[in-house]
């Protein structure tokens, strides 16, 4: 959920700075604003708000890769393939698939972001009914985090996996894009017992695997 008051403050921000009216409030900064909008209820993080491929630095190779699948949106929207982005924390993985969400978005498409930690809490909720409804719905789906490191004993890995497995299940067979993006170099040992079986067996058939090369940006003095 992205703060109201932020939210407002980058639509104020917006207004004063447009060079077309000087701060007065015109179609064009309107424009953006609305636009903020939307980004907000797609609950992409507003450190991606404003970020394009095109500035991307990173793995040149994923770069391409990403740049190709937005230009081919509705085809990759008509295959409907799970995406897995694979590498080290700070190689733009998130961004990435922001930039998705933001071009499905801005097409017309639904779309939803959440992390591995949001996801498992609502999941887990008394009233999950309609966010595990949702899920199975939204044209384009990010996952982010997706870690081992956030269910460190088998149990705790497999009642996740058997609340995940069902919007999996459900997108994969219903051919709706989901996005996940995970540091680890083995995705089938997040998960335990029956899930990770299940994910074996989709993957086969509907996950792709981009690999994301490079070090941590965000220990530098450039960002991703």
């Not at 890769?65 to 393939?81: A, H, Q, R, S, T």
């Not at 088998?154 to 709706?176: D, K, M, V």
């Not at 996950?207 to 220990?219: P, W």
């Amino acid at each position: 959920m992205i703060s109201i008051n932020k939210l407002e403050a980058e639509k104020r921000k917006i207004v004063k700075n447009c060079k077309k009216c000087d701060g007065r409030g015109c179609g064009v900064c309107f424009g953006y604003c609305s636009y903020l909008d939307q980004v907000a209820e797609v609950e992409i993080p507003v450190d991606y708000w404003y970020r394009k491929m095109e500035d991307f630095y990173g793995d040149e190779l994923f770069k391409k890769d990403i740049i190709n699948y937005m230009n081919n949106l509705d085809d990759e929207f008509c295959k409907g393939f799970t995406l897995c982005f694979t590498g080290s924390r700070g190689t733009g993985k998130t961004m990435a698939a922001c930039c998705i969400l933001k071009q499905a978005m801005l097409k017309g498409y639904t779309a939803h972001y959440t992390t591995m930690v949001e996801a498992v809490s609502k999941l887990l909720a008394p009233d999950s009914y309609m966010f595990r409804k949702s899920l199975k719905f939204y044209d384009f789906f990010v996952i982010d985090e997706v870690d081992q490191r956030f269910f460190p004993s088998p149990g705790s890995r497999e009642l996740y996996g058997n609340h995940f497995e069902n919007i999996l299940r459900s997108r994969t067979q219903n051919r709706l894009p989901t996005i996940m993006c995970t540091n680890s170099g083995d995705v089938d040992q997040i998960f335990a017992g029956g899930f990770q079986k299940s994910f074996k067996s989709l993957k086969s058939q509907f996950v792709k695997f981009l690999r994301v090369s490079g070090i941590d940006a965000r220990a530098g003095k450039e960002k991703i």
